[in-house]
């Protein structure tokens, strides 16, 4: 059974960072896919940054530059650095391990609170 759990949130004011951090237990932060997704007040949860098994990195548009997903295979840890934090991150940041080939079964995390005051 797949287990996601994401720590690291809390509050920080704009141009603040913090580090998110997501342990995974059955299951491989090294040999599958990983992403990072938000949900903002009101709004419907979104991509935010992806790794694929090979270390190639991608992000959603507004957090390029400024937020850096990563891996520690050997504590089977996945990150999310946050830089240049802005309210408008404000969200509750979900840990993702996509369906693999072949299946429609999805991981996600528990969720934590990311609040960036002004």
């Known amino acids: 059974q797949v287990q996601l759990v994401e720590s690291g949130g809390g509050s920080v004011q704009a141009g603040g960072s913090l580090r998110l951090s997501c342990v995974a237990s059955?299951?491989?932060?090294?040999?599958?896919?990983m992403a990072w997704y938000r949900r903002a007040p009101g709004l419907p949860r979104e991509y935010v940054a992806r790794?694929?098994?090979?270390?190639?990195?991608t992000y959603t548009d507004s957090v390029k530059g400024r937020f850096t997903i990563s891996r520690d295979n050997a504590k089977n840890t996945l990150y999310l650095q946050m830089n240049a934090l802005k309210p408008e991150d404000t969200a509750i940041y979900y840990c993702?391990?996509?369906?693999?080939?072949?299946?429609?079964?999805?991981?996600w995390g528990q969720g934590i609170q990311v609040t960036v005051s002004a």
């Open positions: 993702n391990q996509p369906p693999k080939p072949g299946s429609s079964l999805a991981y």
């Open positions: 059955g299951s491989s932060v090294s040999a599958n896919e």
């Open positions: 790794i694929d098994k090979f270390g190639m990195t």
